[in-house]
């Protein structure tokens, strides 16, 4: 042995930087030592079926939600329907990549790495359902259903399967397209959809990208859109998706795509702005059990594939003769939502950053990466104090009625 080459002091300066390595802990170790991560072990012992599949997994990265994070989580999964293990189980897997990604490999590019979240009650996204990564004013920022933000309070606990970054929100499971469009206020999309009985095609489809026309754009088009035949309204709403695609914001670039209606729909960055043809991406990256839904400003048309500019001032109708109309069509019986998305990730500005830096498809850093670099706490990302309010509650709300 070597032990008697070192000295007394160079044992005790080992020892006491081994108490505070945790990378030879567990995962049960790591989280039952940190003052922060008390209410997920409770959690943890509270749902042991669903922890069982945590405590031994290797080459992770888990997404640890603080004290009060997990409270705002709990009352509502106090008040859950059904069976709350398998809730607790789909929503643990949701917060947990395979692989071990350091703070250092978010960036300001947004990045969709894939979660252990596979179940099919939850997540028809083959490979697991995604959140986003981005560095956001220097803080490492995961975006999960409704775009509700987690900031990342405390970066690179490593342990011996992988790291723990502790975050200030639970991670909100994306829910159906029904769900999610009704609380993105796409009431008008969703009565269209409706009323060519594709709402079941949405709710079960999986790996689907939705282009998805705003309220006000159906409205630009009311006179056309009230005259619209059964099939021509199909044709329209089918030329909105691209099916066996999730096309995250990070893998778009100028392509001609197949649409679900057969006809092809053009993407044009120009200067950091996303055309779908002429219409223009004004919300990307909603998350949603089937992939994702970008909003567009106009309907667009597969009648008429002509592609924008970056000169427009004013979102560009496909559909020409078309005036306005004095009501939004389609939303006659579809309930109105109290509160819309809060886009904390995206304004118009913040848009066109995320796509100046896009990377070509497959590009998305963080999704990958094995086990190197050191723990390290002074990452960059900076730590952030966890001031949790009624953001974190509301995301805790929404969770369930999202499900
Ligand atoms: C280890 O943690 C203790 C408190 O638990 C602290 O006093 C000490 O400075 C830390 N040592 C190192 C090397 O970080
Ligand atoms: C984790 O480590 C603790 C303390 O070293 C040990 O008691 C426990 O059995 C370990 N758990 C697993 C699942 O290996
Ligand atoms: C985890 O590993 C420990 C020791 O290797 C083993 O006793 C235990 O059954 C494992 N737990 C699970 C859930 O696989
Ligand atoms: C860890 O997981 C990542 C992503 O699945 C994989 O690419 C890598 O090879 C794994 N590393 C190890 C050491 O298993
Ligand atoms: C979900 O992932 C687990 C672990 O990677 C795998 O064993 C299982 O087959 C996957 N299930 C589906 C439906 O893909
Ligand atoms: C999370 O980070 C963002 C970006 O840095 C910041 O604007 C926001 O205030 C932070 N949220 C909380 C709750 O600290
Ligand atoms: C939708 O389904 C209803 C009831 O089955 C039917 O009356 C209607 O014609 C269908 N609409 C379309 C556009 O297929
Ligand atoms: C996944 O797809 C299946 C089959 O279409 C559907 O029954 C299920 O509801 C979908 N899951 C979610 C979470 O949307
Ligand atoms: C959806 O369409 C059905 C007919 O297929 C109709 O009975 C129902 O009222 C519609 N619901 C909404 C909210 O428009
Ligand atoms: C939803 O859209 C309608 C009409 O387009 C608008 O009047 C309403 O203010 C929006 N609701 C929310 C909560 O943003
Ligand atoms: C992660 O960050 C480390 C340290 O900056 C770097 O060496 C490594 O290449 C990055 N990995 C990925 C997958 O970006
Ligand atoms: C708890 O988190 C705060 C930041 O939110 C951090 O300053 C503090 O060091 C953490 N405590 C422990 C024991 O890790």
Do not use: C, W
Not at 382 to 392: E, I, L, N, R, S
């Amino acid at each position: 042995m070597q032990f008697k080459n070192l000295s007394l002091a160079a044992l005790a300066a080992a020892l006491v930087l081994a108490q505070n390595d945790t990378s030879m802990m567990n995962l049960t170790a790591l989280i039952a030592g940190n003052s922060n991560l008390t209410g997920l072990a409770t959690l943890l012992s509270s749902y042991p079926d669903a922890a069982a599949g945590l405590a031994n997994a290797t080459n992770i990265t888990l997404f640890a939600p603080n004290n009060q994070a997990v409270q705002a989580a709990q009352s509502v999964l106090g008040s859950a329907q059904g069976n709350v293990n398998d809730l607790v189980t789909a929503l643990l897997s949701y917060h947990v990549l395979q692989g071990t990604v350091f703070a250092e490999n978010i960036t300001e590019t947004p990045a969709f790495p894939s979660t252990t979240l596979n179940n099919t009650q939850y997540s028809n996204v083959t490979g697991g359902q995604v959140v986003e990564a981005r560095l956001r004013d220097g803080n490492a920022q995961i975006i999960s259903g409704l775009k509700q933000a987690s900031n990342v309070t405390e970066a690179n606990l490593a342990f011996s399967g992988g790291v723990v970054h502790v975050i200030d929100n639970i991670l909100q499971i994306p829910g159906s397209f029904s769900s999610v469009a009704q609380n993105a206020n796409l009431t008008a999309l969703l009565g269209a959809v409706n009323t060519t009985n594709l709402t079941s095609t949405l709710d079960g489809a999986s790996d689907i990208t939705i282009f998805a026309p705003s309220n006000s754009a159906f409205q630009a088009i009311g006179s056309a859109a009230a005259n619209l035949t059964a099939e021509q309204a199909t044709a329209i709403l089918t030329y909105h998706v691209i099916n066996g695609t999730i096309a995250y914001s990070s893998s778009l670039s100028n392509a001609s795509i197949p649409t679900l209606g057969g006809g092809n729909v053009t993407v044009t960055i120009d200067n950091g702005t996303v055309f779908i043809n002429s219409a223009r991406v004004v919300n990307p990256d909603i998350l949603f059990a089937g992939g994702v839904i970008h909003i567009i400003d106009s309907v667009l048309n597969p009648m008429n594939n002509a592609t924008g500019n970056d000169t427009q001032s004013e979102p560009a109708t496909a559909f020409s003769g078309a005036s306005s109309g004095t009501v939004v069509p389609f939303t006659s019986g579809v309930p109105t939502p109290t509160t819309t998305i809060v886009d904390l990730v995206t304004s118009t500005t913040q848009v066109a950053v995320s796509y100046t830096s896009v990377v070509p498809a497959g590009g998305s850093a963080a999704a990958t990466g094995g086990v190197e670099g050191s723990s390290s706490s002074s990452a960059g990302a900076a730590m952030q104090t966890g001031a949790v309010g009624a953001a974190a509650l509301f995301g805790g709300a929404a969770l369930l009625a999202n499900l």
